[in-house]
């Protein structure tokens, strides 16, 4: 039973558009949630961050839409580039745990066509 | 700064066959973690440990022990490995405190035949 649901195994993006990751959860317990990139041969990189104290938090192209009654968050990428083509993990901490217990989604492949 | 660095890269075994997992980072991070990576399963944790000095089971920790052997250094040992244990593992570390970012090693990719 996955706790973190990325529905979309794949998605493809024209170069300077929006790009728009979807990612949802179950436990209610979740209160820190976080994007990773990951390229291939490469472990996954942080990417950015939101609390559950916040409904929005932005770093550049990236913004990162939280929805807590809906159980709900995604990544928006504005515009999108060909560098942006990755795999891009959700990951959610349960509260009160230090450190980073993370539950990741399964991923979602990221295509950015020039 | 190499970060989380991650020994070996790839590794195939024979099912049976043990083989330990090394893992270091040098940020002076406290806790680390294993993670491991299925196509359709994202990543999985296996064993954390919060501090030098303890260690704590994740989701998938069977097949597995850990050792923490000091700040620096924590290595994942199969005992006896299993197709199943085909993945890609990661080693990652944190500062303690809650809700900060994990920094994550290259991985190993290994394969039991």
Same mark, same amino acid.
């Given at each position: 039973?996955?706790?973190?649901?990325?529905?979309?195994?794949?998605?493809?993006?024209?170069?300077?558009?929006?790009?728009?990751?979807?990612? &949802?959860?179950?436990?209610?317990?979740? &209160?820190?949630?976080?994007?990773?990139?990951?390229?291939?041969?490469?472990?996954?990189?942080?990417?950015?961050?939101?609390? $559950?104290?916040?409904?929005?938090?932005?770093?550049?192209?990236?913004?990162?839409?939280?929805?807590? $009654?809906?159980?709900?968050?995604?990544?928006?990428?504005? =515009?999108?580039? =060909?560098?942006?083509?990755?795999?891009?993990?959700?990951?959610?901490?349960?509260?009160?745990?230090?450190?980073?217990?993370?539950?990741?989604?399964?991923?979602?492949?990221?295509?950015?066509? $020039? | 700064?190499?970060?989380?660095?991650?020994?070996?890269? @790839?590794?195939?075994?024979?099912?049976?066959?043990?083989?330990?997992?090394?893992?270091?980072?040098?940020?002076?991070?406290?806790?680390?973690?294993?993670?491991?990576?299925? !196509?359709?399963?994202?990543?999985? +944790?296996?064993?954390?440990?919060?501090? %030098?000095? *303890?260690?704590? /089971?994740?989701?998938? !920790?069977?097949?597995?022990?850990?050792?923490?052997?000091? /700040?620096?250094? @924590?290595?994942?040992? +199969? %005992?006896?490995?299993?197709?199943?244990?085909?993945?890609?593992?990661?080693?990652?570390?944190?500062?303690? %405190?809650?809700? *900060? %970012?994990?920094?994550?090693?290259?991985?190993?990719? +290994?394969?039991?035949?």
């Amino acid at each position: 039973d996955q706790q973190v649901k990325q529905n979309s195994p794949s998605l493809s993006v024209q170069e300077g558009r929006i790009s728009i990751l979807n990612c &949802d959860y179950t436990n209610s317990m979740f &209160d820190y949630f976080l994007w990773y990139k990951k390229y291939p041969a490469e472990g996954p990189t942080f990417l950015i961050s939101i609390s $559950s104290i916040k409904d929005k938090n932005e770093d550049g192209r990236f913004t990162v839409f939280l929805n807590k $009654s809906a159980k709900h968050l995604s990544l928006h990428i504005v =515009p999108s580039q =060909p560098g942006d083509s990755a795999v891009y993990f959700c990951a959610a901490n349960p509260s009160g745990e230090y450190g980073n217990k993370l539950v990741f989604g399964a991923g979602t492949i990221l295509r950015v066509k $020039s | 700064n190499a970060g989380v660095t991650q020994t070996p890269k @790839f590794q195939v075994l024979k099912t049976g066959q043990s083989m330990t997992l090394q893992c270091a980072q040098d940020m002076n991070h406290n806790s680390m973690y294993w993670y491991r990576q299925d !196509p359709g399963m994202g990543l999985r +944790l296996i064993y954390y440990s919060a501090s %030098e000095g *303890t260690t704590d /089971k994740g989701e998938v !920790p069977n097949g597995y022990n850990v050792s923490r052997l000091n /700040k620096r250094e @924590f290595s994942l040992r +199969l %005992e006896s490995a299993a197709p199943s244990q085909t993945s890609v593992y990661f080693c990652a570390s944190t500062r303690q %405190e809650m809700n *900060t %970012e994990a920094f994550f090693g290259q991985g190993t990719r +290994l394969t039991v035949v």
